[in-house]
């Protein structure tokens, strides 16, 4: 009996693998709902983990980038900004080479006056073709540092235009 049973296991755990691997886009957006909870959860290690390199390069390295994070929610906090929900989209924008996509992100950020909503985007590099994933933040996208590393996004990928955050005043 328990034969059969270790045996079944083996043979679902590839069917598994090739499912995902099938499945680029499941992939990108779980680990960017990854991003999103580390992010409400004020995780930056796990946020740095799932941070495209480069960018925690150009931050002066992974140090400096943990701590730098680290002192801004410090910052906001003390000012009594404190993040409610972050959530990616349904809709994941992937490129047919399975090298990037484009995730939307919403945030809430409980402010002393209110309540502010920000509309973003998460951009995926997987180097991979789709198992494995990194991101930067949409809102760096128009950085010229930034626009020079992903100068080989495709054009067919399309990045969402910038909104202004909404503001709910407490009432």
């Given amino acids: 009996m328990i034969k059969p049973l270790v045996y079944s296991l083996f043979l679902l755990v590839p069917c598994a693998a090739a499912s995902a691997e099938d499945k680029p886009e499941a992939i990108a957006k779980a680990k960017a709902e990854e991003v999103a909870q580390a992010t409400r959860k004020g995780d930056c290690e796990k946020i740095l983990d799932l941070t495209h390199p480069e960018i925690i390069r150009m931050g002066g390295g992974?140090?400096?980038?943990?701590?730098?994070?680290?002192r801004l929610l410090e910052e906001m906090k003390a000012k009594g900004f404190e993040f409610q929900s972050a959530k990616v989209g349904d809709t994941v924008q992937l490129a047919a080479d399975r090298r990037f996509a484009v995730i939307p992100l919403f945030l809430e950020i409980k402010t002393p006056d209110g309540l502010l909503s920000a509309s973003s985007f998460l951009i995926g590099i997987s180097p991979d073709k789709g198992?494995?994933?990194?991101?930067?933040?949409?809102?760096?996208?128009h950085d010229p540092a930034v626009k020079k590393m992903l100068s080989d996004l495709p054009p067919s990928l399309k990045l969402p235009e910038r909104k202004q955050p909404v503001f709910k005043p407490n009432k």
């Fill in 131 to 141: 198992k494995t994933w990194t991101f930067i933040n949409g809102d760096k996208a």
């Fill in 62 to 70: 992974r140090g400096n980038s943990l701590e730098a994070m680290k």
